[in-house]
Structures are given as structure tokens and as C-alpha cells.
């Protein structure tokens, strides 16, 4: 059995850790069990990029193959996968109704390539911004509770927390108006430093704009910020990444890259990851993202769930 005292006391790291968000302290209060905590999966759609590149899955069939395939009912969408039903609410409609008849539930919309929120041009700042709208509206005609953005732009470090303060903060004020929340995703460079996400969050001050950790994207130097096959040499700690961000969390993805012959993950610390989630009080779904190249996305998708659940279970 996974002990979470001494998970904590090996996590400290040093004199942050008493900075960090205190649920340690609080989750030892709770007079329910950790062992009674719910965990709820989801699957991202990036789990299956590569068939849907490829025209081996559609779409439109995601709910159902998420629930027949996987047995799970929950989804989380990649806006690349419907560029062109984006404005198209009818599409929208009836993609929310397979999803009802399959017991699916809609949680987010994972949002790229719509512009960069931080740039330093405040007309390209603004038509980004007014880029994503389409994808709030999608979200909530879907019964999704968020987006997840990207929080790049170019400039100074410095600049860059201002710009991305505006952006990012007008449009939390469009997700609030349509009740959905804008999710920042540590995804490589300043995206990836926790703190430096923290502090825009708390400078914006709208409950609308949070986060959506990620096991694997703490590359502090390349965009996207994958870890996957040790091609990063500069990461950011990725249990003091997940401890800082969850408290935001609307949401968390739990990437997977490689499995070994007992199942577990390779390269993730899959373990300490969940122990800290399950401290937490966070009640949020753990979405299944699968993202290896050593074996087919079904299996990989397979595997991660099977570590998920197997683990979730030892936890005390």
C-alpha cells in the first residue's frame, strides 16, 4: 500500500513546499476515507489523434467509442478534429445528443492553433480572443464545463504576464458570460512553470479562468512541452507543477507515454502523481491521454485506465 505520510514528507521540496497549497494538511482532517474518494475517468480525444489523422475513427463516433470501446463516460474533445463544424450549431446539437444516448458526459473542448492570448500586437491579442469564442459557444451547447487554451505569446517574460493577463482575462469574461471556464494547460516554455501560471490566475481574478494539469508537459524549453523519450533537458518539477496548478484544476490529464512489462508507466511517476491528487480536493475527472509510440493507441488507452484504477485502489 502507497503510504501518503511518507509521500509527503519525501515530497517536500524544501522550503517551497511550505508555500504550496496546504490540502496536504487539510485532506488528513477529513473524516472520510481516502479509499472513499470517487475516481471519475475520462478520455481525451488526442488518446486516438493518430486514427483520426489517418480517417480510421470519425469524429462524430467518439462518444460511442469512448463508452463500447473503453467503458468510460466521459469525454474531453480537440477542436482540430471539427475545424469545420466549428460556427455550426446543429452539428453541435445532434454531437450532444449521441453523446446523451451513449450516457456520455461532455467535459471540455482541448483548444489550439486559434492565436496566441499573450502576444504583444493588441489586435492579434484581441483576434485571438475573438478566435475561441466560437469554441466557448460549442462547449456549452455540448454541456462541456470548460476549454482548455493555450497561454502563449511572444515578448519578455514580463511582457508576456501582462499581455497574457489581458487575453486571458477577457476571455474568461466571454466563458463567463456562456458559464465555461477557461483552462490554462501546462504545455512547454513559461506555460509550464506553475508559478509563473498562478500568478496571471490570480492576477485576472475571475473563478472562471483555471487550470488543466498535465502529468508530462513540464519542457521548459519547446513548445508543447512533452517529456516523452527524455528529449527535454530543461523541465519544471512535474510533482511541484501538478501541487501548484491543482488547486485551479478544473480538470486533470494524466499523459502516458510507455508501459513496461507490469504495466506500469515508464516515465511518470504515476504513483506519487496520484497520491497527491487523491490528498487533494479536487473531485474533478483524471482524463486518459495516450500520447506513446511504442504500441497502438487502443492498448495504450487500455493500459493507462488499468494503471488508473489498480492504483487509485492502493492508495491509503
Known amino acids: 500500500m502507497l503510504n501518503r505520510r511518507r509521500f509527503i514528507r519525501q515530497t517536500a521540496l524544501g522550503g517551497t513546499a511550505l508555500t ?5 494538511s487539510h485532506a488528513r482532517g477529513k473524516s472520510q476515507s481516502l479509499h472513499m474518494k470517487e475516481l471519475k475517468l475520462s478520455l481525451a480525444q488526442w488518446s486516438l489523434h493518430r486514427s483520426l489523422e489517418k480517417g480510421d475513427v470519425k469524429a462524430a463516433d467518439f462518444p460511442a467509442i469512448a463508452r463500447n470501446s473503453y ?23 445532434r454531437l450532444k445528443s449521441a453523446a446523451d444516448n451513449e450516457g456520455v458526459k461532455n467535459l471540455l473542448i482541448m483548444v489550439d492553433n486559434e492565436g496566441f492570448l499573450g502576444s504583444t500586437d493588441d489586435s492579434d ?42 487575453g486571458l482575462g477577457s476571455l474568461a ?19 509550464s512553470d506553475a508559478g509563473f501560471v498562478v500568478d496571471i490566475i490570480k492576477e485576472v481574478n475571475n473563478p472562471f479562468l483555471g487550470t488543466l494539469p498535465d502529468f508530462g508537459n ?22 511541484k507543477g501538478v501541487a501548484t496548478l491543482l488547486p485551479y484544476a478544473k480538470g ?34 483524471i482524463g486518459i491521454e495516450f ?16 494503471l488508473l484504477e489498480k492504483l487509485w485502489g492502493q492508495i491509503d
Not at 463567463?176 to 516554455?189: D, P, S
Request: aromatic share 12%.
Open 173 to 191: 469574461s466571454l466563458g463567463e458570460k456562456e458559464g465555461i471556464h477557461i483552462l490554462i494547460e501546462n504545455h512547454g516554455l513559461h506555460t
Open 252 to 285: 486533470v490529464s494524466a499523459k502516458s507515454y510507455r508501459f513496461d512489462a507490469a504495466g506500469n508507466e515508464t516515465q511518470i511517476n504515476y504513483p506519487e502523481l496520484l497520491q497527491l491528487i487523491k490528498a487533494s480536493d479536487f473531485r474533478g475527472y
Open 125 to 166: 491579442r484581441a483576434k485571438a480572443v475573438e478566435n475561441h469564442r466560437k469554441w466557448i459557444h460549442a462547449a456549452h451547447i455540448l454541456g462541456c464545463h470548460s476549454i482548455r487554451v493555450n497561454a502563449f505569446g511572444n515578448g519578455t517574460r514580463e511582457a508576456l504576464k501582462a499581455t497574457l493577463t489581458d
Open 71 to 93: 467503458g468510460l463516460s466521459a469525454v474531453e474533445y480537440v477542436n482540430k478534429f471539427y475545424a469545420q463544424e466549428a460556427g455550426k450549431e446543429d452539428y453541435w446539437l
Open 291 to 306: 500520447e506513446g509510440e511504442s504500441m497502438s493507441e487502443p492498448d495504450g488507452i487500455i493500459a493507462t485506465k488499468a
Open 218 to 239: 513540464w519542457c521548459l524549453d519547446m513548445e508543447w512541452g512533452s517529456t516523452q523519450g527524455g528529449r527535454c533537458l530543461n523541465t519544471f518539477d512535474p510533482y
Open 20 to 24: 504550496l497549497p496546504l490540502f496536504y
